[in-house]
């Protein structure tokens, strides 16, 4: 087991962490061992969260040296993995066993059990966030024994996404099936007028992962198109414009020479290099950004655009990019697509602390009407109030953390002040 007892940062270098202590054991039993022992312990995944929602009073604990143990079952329907394994390792290891993930986030780096905690998702009008193919999860309680919630469970629907207050996830099954193959296409200048009307809607529709880039100028800069293709197809066509914006021919390299996103020339591949943004055997970025998101209606999301807009000017000296997802609805208790489709708008900022931390509250006002779900890892100031407003459950997932923690050795800080109430 290795520790630090330094001063720790997330990946981003936006938070430092205030825990006195993190600890990575490298095996399940250490992990119990230490959960049992420890009077306060939060969980720690690959610490790609923007914000402190992973720290706490006590120590931290992080799963990530624990073996990955990837079993796949005999029916070939579902994965158990350890929690601190990332996807790209797990991604891989199905593709090689000829099984996939239903969808994956734009980085592949990030840890299975983190990733579902805060309810991360990829793209896809028809496609749930990552969080919804969990089958199981095993908690280390607070004795440091090992409580395992399958789907059908009472409580399944408060657990999955749980945000660390449920226990230290030790292992997560997932659902998976035979392995497909995706091209990805990249049209630019999408007018904004495309989103009138239904049009959000059939954009987000018109193929299995759609995303929609824009610096709020002119019009949507690119729209990066994932078609599933039909298995005994070789191939689809697709057309030179989509929704007013040009097919991107320029088959070679479409960003840099040295870019590090997944192949966007059209040709044909297996998911694991298509799905994600991000290429599974770079290092992606170097952490110098800041990441906000918001989730609301998709049916609504044409107008949630609309407002942001309007602060176009305010935004563009401190923006990298926006990027705009759908997600489909669930029924997880804290998901931020919880009862309904959802568009998510995404901004990855420049590191202008200042300046963005300004800004956000002003996103936040003209997003009001729409009653915007803030992505539980990224940044933003949405009070412990309107989240209270805008997640319906929230009262019973109090109930299910004051059941299973009734000590609240798994709360403390970020959760305690948003979403335990205490
Ligand atoms: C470059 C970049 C790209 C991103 N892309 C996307 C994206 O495409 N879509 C999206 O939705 N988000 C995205 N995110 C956000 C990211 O997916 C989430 O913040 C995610 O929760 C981070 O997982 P992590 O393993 O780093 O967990 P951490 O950030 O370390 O922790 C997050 C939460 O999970 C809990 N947790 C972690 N591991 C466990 C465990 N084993 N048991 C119990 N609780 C645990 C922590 O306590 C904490 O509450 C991105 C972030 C970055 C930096």
Same mark, same amino acid.
């Given at each position: 087991m290795t520790f630090t007892a330094e001063r720790e940062q997330n990946w981003a270098g936006t938070h430092v962490y205030g825990a006195s202590r993190i600890l990575n054991p490298t095996s399940v039993d250490e992990l119990r061992t230490i959960v049992a022992a420890e009077p306060r312990v939060r969980a720690l995944g690959t610490r790609h969260s923007f914000n402190s929602v992973a720290d706490g009073p006590g120590v931290l604990v992080s799963?990530?040296?624990? =073996?990955?143990?990837i079993v796949v079952s005999d029916d070939r329907t579902s994965v158990a993995v350890g929690a601190g394994t990332r996807y790209a390792v797990v991604a891989t290891e199905l593709e090689r066993q000829g099984l996939a993930l239903h969808n994956m986030g734009s980085l592949p780096h990030i840890s299975v059990g983190g990733a579902t905690a805060t309810g991360t998702h990829g793209s896809g009008a028809a496609n749930g966030s990552l969080?919804?193919?969990?089958?199981a999860l095993e908690f280390v309680t607070a004795d440091g024994s090992v409580r395992t919630v399958t789907r059908g469970d009472a409580d399944f629907a408060g657990s999955v996404i749980h945000l660390g207050a449920l226990g230290i996830v030790s292992r997560v099954t997932l659902d998976v099936e035979p392995s497909y193959r995706v091209r990805q296409d990249v049209y630019l200048?999408? =007018?904004?007028?495309?989103?009138?009307g239904a049009g959000l809607r059939e954009i987000m529709s018109c193929a299995y992962s759609v995303s929609l880039f824009t610096v709020y100028g002119d019009d949507i800069t690119q729209m990066w198109v994932k078609t599933r293709i039909p298995e005994g197809v070789d191939d689809v066509e697709m057309p030179d414009e989509l929704f007013g914006g040009k097919h991107n021919d320029n088959r070679v390299a479409f960003v840099s020479e040295d870019d590090n996103t997944t192949p966007m020339d059209g040709s044909v591949g297996p998911w694991v290099d298509r799905l994600?943004?991000?290429?599974?055997d770079r290092n992606p970025s170097n952490g110098e950004e800041i990441q906000t998101e918001y989730f609301v209606s998709l049916d609504e999301g044409a107008a949630a655009i609309q407002a942001v807009r309007t602060l176009a000017a305010k935004i563009q000296p401190h923006l990298l990019v926006t990027e705009l997802r759908a997600v489909a609805g669930d029924d997880?208790?804290?998901?931020?697509?919880q009862g309904q489709d959802s568009l998510c708008i995404h901004f990855t900022w420049a590191k202008h602390v200042d300046e963005v931390a300004e800004l956000i509250p002003q996103i936040e006002e003209v997003l009001r009407p729409f009653t915007p779900r803030p992505h539980w890892g990224k940044v933003n100031t949405v009070s412990a109030s309107e989240l209270e407003e805008r997640y319906p459950r929230l009262g019973e997932f109090r109930a299910l953390v004051a059941k299973h923690d009734p000590d609240g050795k798994f709360s403390g800080g970020f959760l305690d002040e948003l979403v335990l109430g205490r």
């Open positions: 799963p990530i040296d624990i =073996p990955a143990d969080a919804t193919s969990v089958r200048g999408v =007018p904004w007028s495309s989103l009138e994600p943004h991000f290429r599974i997880f208790w804290l998901s931020e697509t």
